[in-house]
């Protein structure tokens, strides 16, 4: 059989390994013996602000909120408001497919156009006014008529 070897590397590393282990249960004795705290030190309170405080703050009063004044409807038609016309500038109409698109002056945004909603006699270029409206791929002019020609 073979002789077991102690070196001064293994002696080291179980002497830390032991001294871990003491302390290790020089802290579990440490807590069991002061006890378990209080339920009333566990809690903690929370201000108006969210933050945690250890003790309650006064307690105000909370504000009183009538119920009537919140509006949890859609609102009515007649309320909505009303639709101002838009100024713009025809920047692409292709004649032969019957669509374009008017550029608005004021945002620069481009909404698409069908030729049904748009007067006759009408070329890119032509300052126009128009409103929009939702359609199937976002915002369409309709009611479009030209400025001066």
Do not use: C, W
């Not at 004044?69 to 101002?84: D, F, M, N, Q, T």
């Amino acid at each position: 059989m073979a002789v077991k070897r102690v070196t001064s590397s293994k002696r080291d590393r179980e002497k830390a390994k032991q001294s871990k282990r003491e302390e290790k249960q020089k802290r579990k004795e440490e807590r069991l013996s002061s006890g378990s705290r209080s339920f009333e030190e566990m809690l903690a309170y929370v201000d108006e602000n969210g933050i945690l405080h250890s003790t309650p703050e006064g307690v105000k009063p909370k504000e009183e909120i009538d119920a009537s004044e919140i509006e949890i409807s859609i609102p009515k038609k007649g309320e909505a408001e009303e639709i101002l016309p838009l100024n713009g500038r025809i920047e692409h109409f292709n004649v032969s497919r019957g669509y374009g698109f008017i550029k608005d002056l004021g945002s620069g945004e481009k909404y698409f156009f069908h030729i049904t909603s748009a007067p006759e006699g009408i070329t890119e270029g032509d300052n126009v006014t128009f409103e929009i409206e939702r359609g199937t791929r976002g915002m369409n002019a309709v009611r479009i008529s030209i400025i001066n020609k």
